[in-house]
C-alpha cells in the first residue's frame, strides 16, 4: 500500500513557504489554506503524524549515537501539536497544556505494512522495529515551516503552520477504515461519509466530531 508519511530526519531547515499542495497542483483556490491533500473522491491516502513519546528517554532508552529508540518530545509544547505517542499507542494532541488522547488501546502482536508493502509485526510498540526505524533520528532543530510567518516563527516541532488566518486539510477519504488498507499506526483522514475525523491507533479507527 502507498501512504503518505509525512517525515523530517536528518535535516537541519527546511525552506518557509505560504501555501502547500501535496498530491495535486494547487491549494484550492481562494481557500485560506496552509497545508492541502490530494482530495478526489478516489483518495485511499491519509497522513501519518510523527512517532514519539511524552515520555523522555522512556521505555527505550535513546541513543544519540547510533539513533536507535526514541528519546521523547523535548522542549516546549505548543497547543495543537500532534504525535503518536510511543509509550501508551495513542494519538494524542497538545490542548490547553495537556495531552488529549484521541485513539483506544490496539493489541499485540499487530502487523503493519512497511515502506515496501512488507509485514512488519510488533509484539509490543517499545521494542521498535529496526525494519522501520533504520536508525533514523531527528537533530534537535530539524523543521519545516509553512505560512507567512515562517521565517520568524519559533514554535517547536518538525512541521509548524505559521499562519494566522489559514489551516491545513486533512486528506479527505470516503469511508478511511474500509478504504485505507494496511494503516500505518496514527494515521488521520477526514471521512467524507461519516463527515468526522477518523484516527487509526494500530489496531482500530476512532472517528471524533465536535
Known amino acids: 500500500m502507498k501512504k503518505l508519511t509525512i517525515i523530517v530526519l536528518g535535516l537541519l531547515s527546511i525552506p518557509a513557504f505560504s501555501q502547500i499542495a501535496i498530491g495535486k497542483s494547487a491549494v484550492t483556490a481562494g ?5 492541502e491533500f490530494y482530495d478526489n473522491a478516489d483518495n485511499t491516502k491519509g497522513i501519518v503524524v510523527p512517532w514519539t513519546t511524552t515520555v523522555a528517554n522512556n521505555p527505550v532508552a535513546y541513543n544519540a549515537t547510533t539513533g536507535v529508540g526514541y528519546r521523547g518530545i523535548q522542549g516546549t509544547v505548543a497547543d495543537g501539536t500532534l504525535i503518536f505517542d510511543l509509550s501508551d499507542k495513542k494519538l494524542k494532541y497538545m490542548k490547553s497544556g495537556a495531552w488529549s488522547d484521541l485513539t483506544g488501546s490496539p493489541t ?30 531527528e ?10 510567518n515562517a521565517a520568524t516563527d519559533t514554535t517547536s516541532g518538525i512541521l509548524v503552520l505559521t499562519d494566522t488566518n489559514r489551516a491545513m486539510v486533512l486528506p479527505k477519504v470516503a469511508n478511511p477504515h474500509l478504504n485505507i488498507i494496511n494503516p500505518a499506526p496514527g494515521m ?23
Open 31 to 35: 481557500s485560506n489554506v496552509s497545508l
Open 108 to 137: 499485540f502482536p499487530l502487523t503493519v505494512k512497511d515502506s515496501s508493502n512488507n509485514d512488519v509485526v510488533f509484539t509490543q510498540f517499545n521494542a521498535i522495529n529496526s525494519t522501520l526505524q533504520d536508525n533514523a533520528k
Open 139 to 148: 537533530v534537535n532543530n530539524a523543521k519545516s515551516a509553512i505560512g507567512t
Open 188 to 210: 488521520m483522514a477526514y471521512d467524507t461519509v461519516k463527515k468526522q475525523l477518523a484516527v487509526y491507533n494500530g489496531t482500530v479507527w476512532s472517528f471524533w466530531k465536535p
